[in-house]
């Protein structure tokens, strides 16, 4: 029985050792970069920040919404 067994148990750490070192040479795809944050503008009207690329400019400066850019320009602040 030990004649049998012995081996058998070579062949399958064997094999577990192959499997392993199989598993461990896969190319992982690389993580995406962390996004950068957007740089963030004061609305000139009402102070709430949005970012610079969706803000809309003005005469006196950055702001939310077309709304609060005529108000702005209406009232001259």
Do not use: F
């Amino acid at each position: 029985m030990s004649k049998v067994l012995i081996p058998l148990l070579a062949v399958l750490a064997i094999v577990w050792l192959w499997r392993r070192g199989q598993q461990t040479r896969r190319v992982h795809p690389p993580h995406p970069a962390p996004h950068q944050p957007l740089p963030m503008v004061p609305c000139a009207r009402c102070g709430v920040h949005v970012p610079r690329n969706q803000a809309i400019s003005g005469k006196h400066g950055d702001y939310c919404c077309v709304a609060h850019r005529r108000e702005a320009e209406r009232d001259g602040v």
